[in-house]
């Protein structure tokens, strides 16, 4: 898969899915039920013990598969020998960035301020993670357009069902979004991932 149709699945699927496993097993299931609800993009966080088990099972999954909380070039080339299509940290890093670009790997890195996107823009980054969202309104984006028109950007953290189409509207690419889903889980199981992933996909159609 090249870059620029990773970049394109992630554009479309508008919904990416943190997930945070308790083991590879949980992980796994919470994937696996997201994808079953609709998402097509899902965030594997390498907080997530023995996570490369998870990256496994979910190798043949028509979702695209990416790695979170990824701090440093190790676990970088580990996400992406065992499968991941993107890369994805909670702060810019330059090594990673430079890791990915020569492997052709998505790196989305967390950045907050003018200086950090810009900063992970020289690096070769195509989406900046605003991180963390809870800490932004929308109309900020419409703001950073100004000086930076081509900057492309997906909140995280904070975003859910009553405020991801605000954040979409105002011109984020995708909306990472996770807490939902582990709380769905801790409920009901496996399928209440899957109603939980199928209200995100009814709201993004409304």
């Known amino acids: 898969m090249q870059k620029i149709e990773i970049l394109k699945a992630l554009s479309d699927a508008k ?5 945070r496993g ?27 013990p023995f996570v490369e088990e998870t990256f496994k099972a979910l190798r043949h999954s028509d979702a695209i598969i990416g790695a979170g909380t990824v701090l440093d070039v190790e676990t970088a080339r580990h ?3 065992n499968g991941a299509k993107f890369v994805v940290s909670p702060s810019y890093n330059g090594a990673i960035a430079k890791l ?5 790997i998505p790196y989305l890195p967390g950045c907050m301020t003018i200086t950090e996107m810009v900063t992970a823009l020289e690096g070769g980054s195509d989406i900046v993670k605003l991180f963390p ?9 419409k703001t950073v357009k100004g000086p930076l028109p081509n900057i492309t950007i997906m909140p995280t953290g904070g975003v859910g069902l009553a405020n991801m189409n605000e954040w979409l509207n105002a011109g984020a690419v995708a909306v990472g979004i996770g807490s939902d889903l582990n709380k769905a889980f801790a409920k009901d199981g496996f399928e209440g991932v899957v109603a939980q992933a199928k209200a995100y996909m ?5």
Request: overall charge negative; some cysteine.
């Open 202 to 206: 009814k709201n993004l159609s409304n």
């Open 15 to 19: 919904v990416v899915a943190v997930i």
């Open 22 to 48: 308790s083991s590879p097993e949980e992980a796994t299931e919470i994937s696996k039920g997201a994808i079953t609800g609709g998402i097509r993009a899902i965030e594997i966080t390498y907080t997530t």
């Open 100 to 104: 990915c670009n020569r492997y052709s």
């Open 79 to 81: 996400a992406i020998l």
């Open 133 to 141: 969202g809870n800490q932004f309104e929308p109309s900020f984006i």
